[in-house]
């Protein structure tokens, strides 16, 4: 990336660039069914982790990962509601 130089679906794959790379023919109906996937999250918990990812982006690694660890807490405990801050 630093270099400048392009780079092709695979090899972006092999760096974590992309999680997942699909043949262009399934481009449409993979992306529907992760469409289809975010929208079924529960929205509170969708909050509650675009909270986390921002503050966490502002933090030192280890301060980012302590949020990122407590929230993930607060959701599997079934604590995290629309008024509550990770």
Same mark, same amino acid.
């Given at each position: 990336?630093?270099? @400048?130089?392009?780079?092709?679906?695979?090899?972006?794959?092999?760096?974590?660039?992309? $999680?997942?790379?699909?043949?262009?023919?399934?481009?449409?109906?993979?992306? !529907?069914?992760? !469409? @289809?996937?975010?929208?079924?999250?529960?929205?509170?918990?969708?909050?509650?982790?675009?909270? $986390?990812?921002?503050?966490?982006?502002?933090?030192?690694?280890?301060? @980012?990962?302590?949020?990122?660890?407590? +929230? !993930?807490?607060?959701? !599997?405990? @079934? +604590?995290?509601?629309?008024?509550?801050?990770?």
């Amino acid at each position: 990336m630093l270099s @400048g130089r392009n780079i092709d679906a695979a090899e972006a794959h092999r760096f974590g660039i992309v $999680c997942e790379v699909v043949p262009t023919d399934d481009l449409d109906s993979r992306t !529907a069914e992760l !469409a @289809g996937q975010l929208a079924r999250i529960d929205q509170p918990v969708a909050r509650a982790l675009r909270r $986390c990812l921002r503050a966490a982006n502002d933090l030192p690694l280890g301060d @980012g990962l302590f949020v990122e660890r407590r +929230s !993930a807490r607060l959701v !599997a405990a @079934g +604590s995290i509601g629309d008024t509550q801050t990770p």
